[in-house]
C-alpha cells in the first residue's frame, strides 16, 4: 500500500518569505510520480508542481521548486517569494505507474501567507 | 469545454435519500476519476473509468455507491440511502494522460 506523510498540519509565512512544506511517501514501487496540488477555497485541485521518480533533477517551476530524495522518501515543497494567493491547502500526492493512475493524497497542510 | 464541469455545487439531503453527482470531463479525456474528501483530509480514490469500461472501483465505500459513464464522457456518481459519513466533497477529475489531470470543483454533499 501506498502512504503519503504531511507532518505540518498549518504553516505561515511572510509575503515575499521563503516557505518549505514536507512531504514524505512510503511505496515498494520504484516508479512513480510525485505532486504537489494547491487546493484554495474554490476547492479546485491545481497542479503546483511534477516529479518523475527515474529523474534525479529536482524539478521547478518559476517560484516553486522541490527537494526530492528518493533513498529517503522524502518531497518537500519550496515557495519562493510567497505571494497572498500562495494561501491555500498544499496536498502532496504521489502516483504509481502500473496499474489505475490513481493519485493517493497526503492530509494537506494549510499555508497563509501574512502581508 | 475548457474544465471539468461538476454540478451541483452543493447538496443538502436528508438521511436516507439517494442523490446523484454529475461530472463533465474535458472533452476527448479518456480517464475519469472520482475520489471523495473528507472535511479536514485529502482527496481518497473512489473510482476510475477509461473511457465507459470502468476499470477500478476498489475505492467504493459500500454497495450503496454506484458509478456510470455509459457513453465514455459524462459521469454520474449516485449514491443511495445517504448516510452521515457520506457527507463530504466529491471530487471528479478527468486527464488525457498522466502529465495531464485537471479536476472540478467538487460537490459539497451534506447529508443531514
Known amino acids: 500500500a501506498q502512504t503519503v506523510t504531511q507532518s505540518q498540519p498549518e504553516m505561515s509565512v511572510q509575503e515575499a518569505e521563503t516557505v518549505t512544506l514536507s512531504c514524505t511517501y512510503d511505496t515498494s514501487e520504484s516508479n512513480y510520480y510525485l505532486f504537489w496540488y494547491k487546493q484554495p477555497p474554490s476547492r479546485q485541485m491545481i497542479l503546483v508542481i511534477r516529479q518523475e521518480a527515474y529523474k534525479q533533477q529536482n524539478a521547478t517551476e518559476n517560484r516553486f521548486s522541490v527537494n526530492f530524495q528518493k533513498a529517503a522518501k522524502s518531497f518537500s515543497l519550496k515557495i519562493s517569494d510567497s505571494q497572498l494567493g500562495d494561501t491555500a491547502m498544499y496536498f502532496c500526492?504521489?502516483?504509481?505507474?502500473?496499474?489505475?493512475?490513481?493519485?493517493?493524497f497526503g492530509t494537506g497542510t494549510s499555508l497563509t501567507v501574512i502581508p | 469545454g475548457a474544465g471539468v464541469s461538476q454540478s451541483p455545487r452543493y447538496k443538502v439531503a436528508k438521511r436516507g435519500q439517494d442523490v446523484a453527482l454529475r461530472c463533465d470531463p474535458i472533452s476527448g479525456h479518456v480517464s475519469l476519476f472520482w475520489y471523495q474528501q473528507a472535511l479536514g483530509q485529502g482527496p481518497e480514490f473512489l473510482t476510475y473509468?477509461?473511457?465507459?469500461?470502468?476499470?477500478?472501483k476498489s475505492g467504493l465505500p459500500s454497495d450503496r455507491f454506484f458509478a456510470e459513464r455509459p457513453e465514455g464522457s459524462v459521469s454520474t456518481l449516485k449514491i443511495q440511502r445517504t448516510q452521515q459519513e457520506d457527507s463530504a466533497v466529491y471530487l471528479c477529475?478527468?486527464?488525457?494522460?498522466?502529465?495531464?489531470?485537471?479536476f472540478g470543483s467538487g460537490t459539497r454533499l451534506t447529508v443531514v
Open positions: 500526492a504521489f502516483m504509481k505507474l502500473n496499474t489505475g493512475n490513481q493519485f493517493y
Open positions: 473509468f477509461q473511457n465507459e469500461a470502468q476499470l477500478d
Open positions: 477529475a478527468s486527464s488525457q494522460d498522466r502529465t495531464g489531470y485537471t
